[in-house]
């Protein structure tokens, strides 16, 4: 069975719906996601780190604060420096999500930290893989998949209410798309892999 580790830091619960998300498009690709939640900057990041390692690939999850992943997520993301050292996560997947109250709001430069991560432990990205919405933009609506239109990965966007109504539901298909695409292309990774070393072929 493929996994793939879900980590994410939410503050306020709106970037944890993106993360739930994610993981059902796993388990809808036939794999198994593991989600590790980011409580505080001051926690062990070590039992995290070592599911995470265990898994096949890793999808990193951040809201957008003040233009850049949250402080929490940044903390995590420099205690994973000991990870670079061993180099457990090179060749790995990776993908990744934001989520903001701007229709902008920076978000891509928060997605643009997720993918430099991945790139430092020599992971291999993911992206999103939908087109822009091929709609105006008057007719964009709650239900428009790739609202913002993003490349990188999931740019949700999430009104100052209760999660249970923000990001939309547009958003929320968007996140699970993106669990889907990362587990079936880590199949695909894990499978050549296996493949490729019964062939003898440097994989
Ligand atoms: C400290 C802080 C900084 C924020 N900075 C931005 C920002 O740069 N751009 C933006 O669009 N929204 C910004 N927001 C709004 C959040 O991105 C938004 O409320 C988001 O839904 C929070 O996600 P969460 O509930 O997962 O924490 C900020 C919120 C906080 C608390």
Redesign the pocket.
């Known amino acids: 069975m493929t996994t793939v580790a879900i980590i994410y830091h939410?503050?306020?619960?709106?970037?944890?719906v993106l993360a739930d998300k994610v993981a059902e498009g796993v388990r809808d690709a036939g794999q198994t996601p593991v989600l590790l939640k980011i409580e505080s900057a001051a926690q062990d990041f070590g039992p995290l780190i070592e599911e995470a390692t265990k898994a096949d690939a890793i999808v990193f999850g951040a809201?957008?604060?003040?233009?850049d992943v949250s402080g929490v997520f940044k903390v995590f993301a420099d205690a994973t420096a000991g990870v670079f050292f061993t180099g457990a996560w090179k060749d790995k997947l990776a993908a990744g999500f934001t989520?903001?109250?701007?229709f902008a709001?920076?978000?891509g430069h928060a997605l643009e930290s997720l993918t430099i991560l991945a790139a430092q432990h020599g992971m291999n990205w993911v992206n999103l893989g939908l087109a822009p919405p091929g709609v105006t933009a008057a007719e964009r609506g709650p239900d428009t998949l790739n609202r913002v239109g993003s490349f990188l990965g999931v740019a949700g966007q999430?009104d100052?209410v209760s999660?249970e109504l923000s990001p939309p539901a547009g958003d929320r298909e968007t996140a699970r798309l993106l669990g889907e695409r990362v587990a079936k292309a880590a199949v695909r990774w894990t499978v050549g892999a296996h493949a490729a070393a019964e062939l003898g072929k440097a994989a």
């Open positions: 939410s503050g306020y619960g709106h970037t944890a809201p957008t604060y003040m233009g989520n903001s109250h701007s709001g920076d978000k999430s100052n999660p």
